[in-house]
């Protein structure tokens, strides 16, 4: 979410898991009454009897808070990768690096540890506020800022939140790495000047001045596609037609040139008979099929706060259609998800840095 209210909350210890197998391997038992219909069943479902994992990171002794706002996976590393958007209180307990960070998939553990890919050198040296969508294409990850203005202090405006990066990732001294790091181009190292100015959408008046809680700019999600485009997928403004804006580009190969607009696409509104009427409408992620190209996991959730469901579904950029929309479990605050084996989805919830394991029915 682009607007968020600052807490420093310890992990609590000690809580139950039940059911869910080892990952990248064929997943354990999900939600029995699901597994029949087309959609994704879950392999837990935040209840005391079936808990969902959690993330756990430790620094100096310390049990530190993370809220992963996105999530990529890296299949050559076989590891998941999650990026926090509260810089601020990471930073605030000298763990500025844990900003993005790492963990392993292949066990069933109730608590996951994670481990940063940022040095605390690098995290001084190159700050990352605010980031709400990451996506790595072969060994190099991208991630995004929500491009928003601030919803309750506008002098609190900051080119920070504007930040399109890349990095690459490499292994080093036996531990995965970001290496590398620098702004998508240095020619505009404010993203969001080039995306009202240069990016081919015709932007409204309200939208480029609007907070991110009414008609302005709000990234929420990033994607890489199969041909090696980027997809901006947005939870703020809505289209014309009451869909969710995404927008495919290409980046640079040279300092020297621009991004440009390869295609606007439209999500539709979720309207599906099980799912509630007018509930979730913009998105939160998206990441393309692996090996299918075209074809996305979305998911779709409400664009203020409101307490309304949140969906994951199949997206298909070629048709524009929805299809399998399921919702998460209840209080399930999903932000960022990402392919991790066939047919097998990773789901992250943003404020109780909890996990789960989608199988697409």
Same mark, same amino acid.
């Given at each position: 979410?682009?607007?968020?209210?600052?807490?420093?909350?310890?992990?609590?210890?000690?809580?139950? @898991?039940?059911?869910?197998?080892?990952?990248?391997?064929?997943?354990?038992?999900?939600?029995?009454?699901?597994?029949?219909?087309?959609?994704?069943?879950?392999?837990?479902?935040?209840?005391?009897?079936?808990?969902?994992?959690?993330?756990? *990171?430790?620094?100096?002794?310390?049990?530190?808070?993370?809220?992963?706002?996105?999530?990529? @996976? /890296?299949? #050559?590393?076989?590891?998941?990768?999650?990026?926090?958007?509260?810089?601020? &209180?990471?930073?605030? $307990?000298?763990?500025? $690096?844990?900003?993005?960070? /790492?963990?392993?998939?292949?066990?069933?553990?109730?608590?996951?540890?994670?481990?940063?890919?940022?040095?605390?050198?690098?995290? =001084?040296?190159?700050?990352?506020?605010?980031?709400?969508?990451?996506?790595?294409?072969?060994? #190099?990850?991208?991630?995004?800022? /929500?491009?928003?203005?601030?919803?309750?202090?506008?002098?609190?405006? !900051?080119?920070?939140?504007?930040?399109?990066?890349?990095?690459?990732?490499?292994?080093?001294?036996?531990?995965? #790495?970001?290496?590398?790091?620098?702004?998508?181009?240095?020619?505009?190292?404010?993203?969001?000047?080039?995306?009202?100015?240069?990016?081919?959408?015709? @932007?409204?008046?309200?939208?480029?001045?609007?907070? *991110?809680?009414?008609?302005?700019?709000?990234?929420?999600?990033?994607?890489?596609?199969?041909?090696?485009? +980027?997809?901006?997928?947005? !939870?703020?403004?809505?289209?014309?037609?009451?869909?969710?804006?995404?927008?495919?580009?290409? +980046?640079?190969?040279?300092?020297?040139?621009?991004?440009?607009?390869?295609?606007?696409?439209?999500?539709?509104?979720? &309207?599906?008979?099980?799912?509630?009427?007018?509930?979730?409408?913009?998105? !939160?992620?998206?990441?393309?099929?692996?090996?299918?190209?075209?074809?996305?996991?979305?998911?779709?959730?409400?664009?203020?706060?409101?307490? =309304? /469901?949140?969906?994951?579904?199949? @997206?298909?950029? !070629?048709?524009?259609?929805?299809?399998?929309?399921?919702?998460?479990?209840?209080?399930?605050?999903?932000?960022?998800?990402?392919?991790?084996?066939?047919?097998?989805?990773?789901?992250?919830? &943003?404020?109780?840095?909890?996990?789960?394991?989608?199988?697409?029915?």
């Amino acid at each position: 979410m682009a607007i968020r209210k600052r807490h420093n909350l310890f992990i609590p210890i000690g809580f139950l @898991w039940f059911a869910a197998a080892a990952l990248v391997a064929p997943i354990g038992a999900a939600v029995a009454d699901a597994a029949d219909k087309p959609g994704f069943s879950f392999d837990c479902d935040f209840t005391p009897s079936n808990p969902c994992r959690k993330l756990s *990171a430790a620094h100096d002794g310390k049990t530190m808070t993370i809220e992963p706002s996105s999530a990529a @996976w /890296s299949r #050559r590393y076989n590891k998941a990768i999650v990026v926090s958007d509260n810089y601020n &209180d990471l930073e605030e $307990h000298g763990a500025a $690096h844990f900003v993005i960070v /790492s963990f392993d998939l292949e066990d069933d553990s109730p608590t996951i540890p994670v481990e940063p890919l940022l040095t605390p050198e690098q995290a =001084e040296e190159f700050p990352l506020y605010d980031l709400e969508g990451i996506t790595v294409f072969n060994d #190099r990850l991208y991630a995004i800022g /929500s491009l928003a203005l601030h919803g309750k202090n506008p002098e609190r405006d !900051r080119w920070e939140r504007h930040q399109f990066v890349q990095m690459d990732l490499v292994e080093k001294d036996g531990k995965f #790495r970001a290496a590398n790091l620098s702004h998508i181009t240095k020619r505009w190292p404010n993203f969001r000047d080039w995306l009202l100015s240069k990016s081919g959408h015709e @932007w409204t008046g309200e939208e480029t001045r609007g907070r *991110a809680e009414g008609e302005g700019i709000n990234v929420e999600a990033l994607s890489v596609t199969s041909e090696g485009t +980027l997809i901006l997928g947005f !939870r703020g403004p809505l289209t014309a037609d009451g869909g969710t804006l995404a927008l495919e580009i290409k +980046l640079p190969t040279t300092p020297k040139d621009e991004p440009v607009l390869v295609k606007k696409h439209v999500i539709p509104p979720v &309207d599906f008979p099980h799912i509630p009427k007018g509930a979730p409408k913009t998105l !939160r992620g998206m990441f393309e099929n692996p090996g299918q190209p075209g074809e996305f996991y979305v998911l779709l959730g409400p664009r203020g706060y409101e307490k =309304e /469901s949140i969906v994951l579904a199949h @997206w298909d950029a !070629r048709t524009g259609k929805l299809s399998k929309a399921t919702e998460l479990p209840k209080g399930f605050v999903a932000e960022g998800i990402a392919p991790i084996a066939t047919d097998k989805i990773l789901v992250v919830d &943003d404020l109780k840095e909890a996990i789960l394991i989608a199988t697409e029915n």
